[in-house]
Nanobody, 124 residues
Framework: VQLVESGGGLVQPGGSLRLSCAAS????????MGWYRQAPGKQRELVAR????????????NYADSVKGRFTISRDNAKNTVYLQMNSLKPEDTAVYYC??????????????WGKGTLVTVSS
């Protein structure tokens, strides 16, 4: 399984970015997916996760309190891709963002695979 993130970069506070994670090597639609981040000197933390069905198919999402109302996770099972729309970005959102695939259709399961990450820097 390969997970390849893209879409990171430098953005000013208050700006927006959309991250993408393209998956290959598995039946993407069968697995829950998540976004995590790791800031310098800090532990990796959950940002958002989504069950296998996706929102339009009655799937479930879950967010860290720090990003609720600002970030939206979604997936396109036809494209084997999960997205993270990030709005109203703050300097404290600066981190390397990682895509993760869980071991089954729901996100209360172990993470089996990680991407290599994409850097998001929020600065003026």
């Amino acid at each position: 399984v390969q997970l390849v993130e893209s879409g990171g970069g430098l953005v000013q506070p208050g700006g927006s970015l959309r991250l993408s994670c393209a998956a290959s090597g598995s039946i993407f639609s069968s697995y829950a997916m998540g976004w995590y981040r790791q800031a310098p000197g800090k532990q990796r933390e959950l940002v958002a996760r989504i069950s296998s069905g996706g929102i339009s198919s009655g799937g479930d999402t879950n967010y860290a309190d720090s990003v609720k109302g600002r970030f939206t996770i979604s997936r396109d099972n036809a494209k084997n891709t999960v997205y993270l729309q990030m709005n109203s970005l703050k300097p404290e959102d600066t981190a390397v963002y990682y895509c993760a695939q869980y071991s089954n259709s729901y996100y209360f399961s172990r993470i089996d695979y990680w991407g290599k990450g994409t850097l998001v820097t929020v600065s003026s």
